[in-house]
């Protein structure tokens, strides 16, 4: 399903950057755009990233580190796949 209808985003793109280790918006804007035209898909997309245990990501990502169920590689690389 599209969300983000300016920037042709769908919620697969999106589940597959979180599932890469983003953990803001403002990481899934930079990565993919969403939420920078119209804005009309900024509340879906924070929904999407509620689904991430934050305080485990948060803490991961402050010291490089994957936190539990996330691959090592980049975020990138998955997004490609």
Same mark, same amino acid.
């Given at each position: 399903?599209?969300?983000?209808?300016?920037?042709?985003?769908s919620d697969r793109q999106i589940k597959a950057c979180v599932d890469a280790g983003a953990t803001s918006l403002e990481e899934l804007q930079v990565d993919l755009g969403v939420a920078l035209c119209c804005g009309? +898909?900024?509340?879906?997309?924070?929904?999407?990233?509620? =689904?991430? $245990? +934050?305080?485990?990501?948060?803490?991961?990502?402050?010291? =490089?580190? $994957?936190y539990p169920g996330q691959s090592a590689e980049p975020r990138e690389a998955a997004l490609a796949a």
């Amino acid at each position: 399903m599209i969300v983000c209808v300016c920037k042709s985003v769908s919620d697969r793109q999106i589940k597959a950057c979180v599932d890469a280790g983003a953990t803001s918006l403002e990481e899934l804007q930079v990565d993919l755009g969403v939420a920078l035209c119209c804005g009309k +898909c900024e509340d879906y997309v924070r929904e999407m990233l509620d =689904g991430v $245990p +934050c305080g485990i990501a948060c803490s991961a990502r402050s010291i =490089g580190q $994957p936190y539990p169920g996330q691959s090592a590689e980049p975020r990138e690389a998955a997004l490609a796949a």
